[in-house]
Every structure is written in C-alpha cells, then in structure tokens.
C-alpha cells in the first residue's frame, strides 16, 4: 500500500509539472522548501557525523533541531520579500513600487519592502497613471488597485497572461501570454484579441512611434492599437522589452 501510495503521488506531481503552469510552480516550491528542510535539518549533521570522531548524539539532535528551526524561521519571516516576486511597477504619483508574484509588496523607496494582502499568482503589473491604477494579470487572472496594497479581483479572458503595458495615449491596457491577447480601457472589462501564436513574455508601449511590442520565445509581434497585430521574425528568444526614448528604439534581451 505505501509503494503503491508514493507511485501515485508521484505520477501525479509528474503530470501537474509536466503540463505546467501556477501547478507545476506549486510542485516546484514544494520540493524546494522540503530540500530546504531536509538540507537544513541534516545535512550538517551528516557531514560531522562522517568527519568529526567526537560528534555525539546530544549534538546531533541539537543540529537537527537547530536546523529545523532555522529553516522554519527564515520561511515565514525573510523568504516572503526574498525571490517570489514577477514583476514590479512604480507609481510616480504614490511614489511608490509594487511588487507582484507569490506576495504581494509594496516599497516607497525599493530597498524597504512590506508585505501587503495574501498570496497571489499575479505574473506582471503596471501602472496607469490616467486611471490611477496598478493593473496586475497572471494566470486567467486578473485585479486592480488605487494604492498597491489592496487589490481587487477582475475578470479576464482566460489564458495566461506573462506581461502588461499601458498606453495613456490611447488609455488603453494590453496584456498578452502564452498565445493569448487581451484589451482594456479601465482594467475591469476585458475584450479577447488575435495574436500570433507564440509564448509572449514582455510588452512594451512607444508614445513615439504609437504602437506596442511583444516579445518571447522566438516570437514577436507589433500593434498600434492592442488589436490587430503582425508577426515579426526573431532569431532568438527575448524576454524582455522597452521603449527608450533617448535611443529611439525598443530596448529587448534575451
């Protein structure tokens, strides 16, 4: 019963990683914090036990317990502002950052973070200074929020969404993912639009030239108005895009 319990447990982390997605990040932090554990735990004990002849039992056990606690510490109080966030946007007239991913924060200055709300799958987030509002999307999901700190569920096509930019010009908001493309005035009511096929993990906004870029894994795609857009070829994956004006061009890495 116990093989057959842990044969099943683990077909099932397989398929859940193997389709991808909010699941397999869940699997992945899973296994991250049980290595963190075991690692923490044991893994000085193992080795002194191995390389120190006067290691004794009391001292095993106080490393055991020692390490858990450690682990357990650092979880709760310092891995929440450490490596679990997407993305960050900042609001010159909140003056300040807001960071989204597996926590929610926010920071004044973007070297103090506070932890804000519960946890959330929000992938990327921008802000829209004519409507006054941080626009974040992820995963066929969607909110909005006047202060950074609180943010309200929104419905959105579903998809996952990797990327969000904002054009005041147009006072209109893009979000695209894998393959999927969609358009909002306001961040509450969402319209589904045409994309070429293609894992898109950045977009951009020129005021220069009006029109947006998406970029990802070897794919590419350029619109002047969020919904008609033309695909371009690329040579390589880029995950990133910008507009810099001073060079009066789009800035992308890969």
């Not at 319990?5 to 899973?30: E, H, K, P, R, T």
């Not at 959330?120 to 802000?127: F, G, H, L, N």
């Not at 969000?164 to 358009?183: F, H, K, M, R, W």
Request: hydrophobic share 50%; net charge neutral.
């Amino acid at each position: 019963v116990g093989r057959a319990v842990v044969l099943f447990v683990a077909v099932v982390a397989f398929l859940i990683a193997y389709v991808g997605g909010d699941g397999a990040n869940a699997i992945m932090a899973l296994v991250e914090c049980a290595w963190a554990g075991f690692g923490s735990a044991f893994g000085a004990v193992m080795i002194l036990s191995v390389f120190w002849r006067r290691f004794t039992y009391r001292g095993a056990l106080a490393g055991v317990i020692a390490g858990a606690v450690t682990d357990v510490v650092w979880l709760v109080l310092f891995s929440g502002v450490s490596g679990v966030f997407n993305a960050v946007a900042y609001s010159p007239e909140l003056k300040r950052f807001v960071a989204v991913g597996a926590k929610l924060g926010i920071s004044p200055d973007g070297i103090t973070w506070t932890l804000r709300g519960s946890d959330s799958s929000m992938r990327a987030v921008t802000w829209c200074a004519r409507l006054g509002l941080f626009v974040a999307v992820g995963a066929s999901v969607c909110a909005t929020s006047s202060d950074g700190g609180t943010f309200i569920p929104r419905s959105i096509p579903a998809g996952t969404y990797n990327a969000v930019a904002y054009s005041p010009e147009q006072n209109l908001i893009v979000a695209v993912g894998d393959s999927v493309c969609a358009t909002s005035a306001d961040g509450v009511a969402w319209i589904s639009r045409t994309i070429p096929a293609g894992g898109y993990g950045a977009v951009a906004w020129s005021p220069e030239l009006m029109r947006f870029v998406a970029v990802g894994d070897g794919v590419s795609a350029v619109s002047s108005d969020g919904v008609t857009w033309t695909a371009l070829e690329l040579e390589q994956p880029l995950y990133s895009v910008l507009w810099e004006k001073t060079l009066n061009g789009f800035l992308a890495i890969g």
